[in-house]
């Protein structure tokens, strides 16, 4: 009886979660049929203004000492009235970055912009604190932000700000893409999943009329918006997150430009992109502790509160799916013997639901995009293999944002690393080691002994779903062990600890 029991009880979690996991994967094919439904809905470009609007461009660093100058020149090449622009460099760097940017901004000064270097040295609010910071001296009534390892091109501006002609659009964001797509394979996976939620999500909650959000960078702000909205606020990880939903709460109106690019720099090492999704993921978490309630009761039209109860607890998904890789061998054993048509009628859908739907949305992602799909089919296994194999230290994140309130904001570490060529440049930064290494290669052990034991036993159905988490938490092992196999660099960020992100 009691085994009975026990038995019911694992099949039935086992079932929840895969059921709750295949939500979410429908939840991606909604994103993709709006995709496809407002993809010819193109936001009607407005003509220059008569007068253009004084601009204030803010670039928030801490030590970035192999793309600050980038950075800088870059921005200094913006086609923009140089009376009505103002460019602010807000540098909490504790080493040579300080004067790195310190020459870049008098060099570039003496040349006849109107550029600031403002160094902070309590760091306190992290980037939040620095933009609001900043914000407190500007004179400019929008506010564009660059993070550190994006090249904005000349037009940006002359792109973004005519939007603002119509006085209810608080925020313009244009559309990441990658400088450094092809490097690795690593970078190319980062890529589709950065042109997942850029081409398909954003255009999708955008034009169907759903809350989207600032991504940290690469946009322009009305500075009213970013005061109606309750200011930048650092009691989350994603400043941006949490202030695109207040402020979109507070009835300003978002616009997405998919056409317009901007090339950023993407992590080329493993425990940088580590860091960097732990960081996003327990933001994301803690924005909705803190908004969801506010949200849900607020006077917004039903599909809005559902579209945002999806995005802001979507990465719920990664404890889910390390739950399901605890019960699926004992439901794999306990199910030994069930008939193919249960199987058909009951695992199939549902595992077609919960990993067929996530490559579609990326397919359709790189469709969407220009770049086809056949080049996205040998990417598809290690894209699979990725999310799976991020899901320990992602849950930690997602475990860490349920209980604290903001948390160390570490930036990922960023090279100027483009090409190939570029591999062996010298490397001051470094994430720091996981510390969920242990755990993912105890899974790794775990789904190899598992794998063997049901190919053994003949549970072909099987070996699909569990060579998934295989490759997945195997391929997370080896890029953390080649990383830690190379020469160890002289400056380490501390990887994030409890209460930190």
Known sequence: MTNSIGASVVLLAYYGILAILAAYGVHRMVLVALYIRFRRQVAVEPPAPEEWPRVTVQLPLYNEMYVARRLIDAVCTLDYPPDRLEIQVLDDSTDETRDIVAAAVERQRALGHRIRHLHRTDRSGFKAGALAAG???????????????????????????????????????????????????????????????????????????????????????????????????HDTLTEDLDLSYRSQMSGWRFVYLPDLLVPAELPVEINGFKSQQYRWAKGSIQTGRKLLSRLLSAPLPPRVKAEAVVHLTNN?????????????????????????????????????????????????????????????????????????????????????????????????????????????????????????????????????????????????????????????????????????????????????????G
């Open 316 to 500: 719920f998904c990664y404890p889910l799916m390390v739950l399901l890789a605890l019960l699926v061998f004992p439901a794999m054993v306990l199910r030994r013997g069930s008939s193919w048509e249960a199987l058909l009628l009951i695992d199939l859908p549902m595992f077609m639901a919960a990993t067929s739907s996530v490559l579609i949305f990326y397919i359709a992602s790189q469709v969407a995009g220009g770049r086809g799909w056949r080049r996205t089919l040998g990417d598809l296994p290690a894209l699979m293999g990725l999310g799976i194999g991020l899901s320990v230290s992602n849950s930690a994140a997602v475990l860490t944002g349920l209980k604290d309130r903001g948390g160390t904001f570490v930036r990922t570490p960023k090279f100027s690393i483009v090409e190939r060529g570029d591999a062996d440049r010298p490397r001051r930064y470094r994430a720091g080691r996981s510390m969920t290494f242990a755990i993912e290669l105890a899974f790794a052990l775990y789904f190899t002994v598992v794998f063997v034991y049901a190919a053994v036993d003949g549970m072909w159905a099987s070996l699909p779903f569990l060579y998934l988490f295989l490759q997945g938490f195997w391929y997370i092992v080896l890029l953390s062990l080649a990383e830690r196999w190379r020469q160890p660099s002289a400056v380490e960020t501390p990887w994030p600890a409890s209460g930190d």
């Open 135 to 233: 914000l407190e001296v500007a004179d400019g009534d929008l506010v564009a932000v660059f993070d550190a390892d994006f090249l904005p091109t000349p037009e940006f501006l002359r792109r973004t700000v005519p939007h603002f002609a119509d006085p209810g659009v608080g925020m313009v964001q244009a559309r990441w893409d990658h400088l450094n797509r092809s490097f690795s394979l690593l970078t190319r996976i980062q890529a589709i999943f950065l042109d997942g939620h850029f081409v398909i999500e954003h255009t999708a909650r955008n034009r169907s009329g759903c809350f989207f959000n600032f991504n940290g960078t690469a946009g322009v702000w009305r500075r009213r918006a970013i005061a109606d909205g309750g200011g930048w606020q």
